[in-house]
């Protein structure tokens, strides 16, 4: 049997219906069963302080622990002022620091941006990929992932019905599911 990979799907949204957090549950559905996704929202995490390290929140330390245990880590998250969302960018300070104790460090990892228009995200994930290359998460280049017009993509149960999306998805999570074994060897 092959083995299987436990992911941690970072969801860089808050709101409730977010589209993030849909395309997230989404590729629980689509993964192949090598991959393991846990999907996990900030709602609960609070802001990075350095001066609470020496007794960190239980929130960080939960975040930080479910990082710490998971193969790889796959960010889906919106675009805000072309660049990531402000809760994104803490979860990735809460889970760098303190420095040279980064519970990303080494894990092959994947972005997918998305956006109600045109250009996907675009500003989003290369931001994060520019934070991902100094946290050393390799990250899978090909095929990038960047989901414009996202709108229209779900019913209003939350369900993925548009076809054309879901068969990116999917081949996107197959990818991402071969980059991940390929990088644990």
Do not use: C
């Not at 675009?79 to 969302?85: A, D, I, K």
């Not at 520019?130 to 369900?159: H, M, R, T, W």
Request: aromatic share 10%.
């Amino acid at each position: 049997m092959a083995s299987q990979f436990s992911v941690a799907v970072i969801v860089g949204s808050l709101r409730r219906e977010s589209f993030s957090l849909k395309i997230a549950k989404a590729l629980t559905k689509l993964a192949p069963s090598s991959l393991k996704l846990d999907v996990i929202t900030l709602n609960e995490l609070s802001f990075y302080n350095q001066d609470l390290e020496a007794t960190p929140p239980a929130d960080w330390v939960s975040f930080r622990d479910r990082i710490r245990k998971a193969d790889a880590v796959l960010f889906v998250t919106p675009e805000y002022n072309r660049s990531v969302p402000g809760v994104l960018k803490n979860a990735i300070d809460v889970g760098s620091r303190p420095y040279g104790q980064s519970v990303f460090n080494g894990k092959p990892g994947g972005v997918i941006s998305n956006s109600p228009g045109a250009i996907g995200g675009f500003g989003a994930n290369h931001h994060l990929r520019q934070s991902l290359v100094f946290l050393n998460v390799p990250v899978l280049q090909q095929p990038e992932a960047y989901v414009g017009g996202i709108g229209d993509a779900f019913d209003e149960k939350g369900e993925l019905v548009k076809a054309s999306l879901r068969e990116f998805l999917e081949a996107y999570i197959k990818a991402f599911a071969a980059w991940v074994a390929q990088q644990k060897k």
